[in-house]
């Protein structure tokens, strides 16, 4: 099993910045791909970012060229920086991981943006 523990979600300006962080623990040892989603209100959960086990990364259209994600490899830690922050990414973002025993959800963090 994997723990993901997502923190640095909260409230920002329009054309701010947030940067997520999803500490994951456990049997990282089988992870093959770690991605952030998110779940604005009344809408389905989309994707945002990907970061597959051997580096390629992907991006929604919407957020591609704004948000950034990374990995700390040492920490097995998940980043994502949000820039140019947008009324429009309000919404709940999970961190999510992919494993050969199964995928593992974090518990969501808030983000909004005025």
């Known amino acids: 099993h994997v723990q993901l523990v997502e923190s640095g979600g909260g409230s920002a300006q329009a054309g701010g910045s947030l940067r997520l962080s999803c500490a994951a623990s456990?049997?990282?040892?089988?992870?093959?791909?770690m991605a952030w989603f998110c779940q604005a209100p009344g809408k389905s959960r989309e994707g945002v970012a990907t970061?597959?086990?051997?580096?390629?990364?992907s991006y929604a259209d919407s957020v591609k060229g704004r948000f950034t994600i990374s990995k700390d490899y040492a920490k097995n830690t998940l980043y994502l920086q949000m820039n140019s922050l947008e009324t429009e990414d309000t919404a709940v973002y999970y961190c999510?991981?992919?494993?050969?025993?199964?995928?593992?959800w974090g518990q969501g963090t808030q983000v909004t943006v005025s």
């Open positions: 456990g049997d990282t040892s089988t992870i093959y791909c």
């Open positions: 970061l597959e086990r051997d580096g390629r990364i």
């Open positions: 999510v991981t992919g494993t050969w025993g199964g995928t593992y």
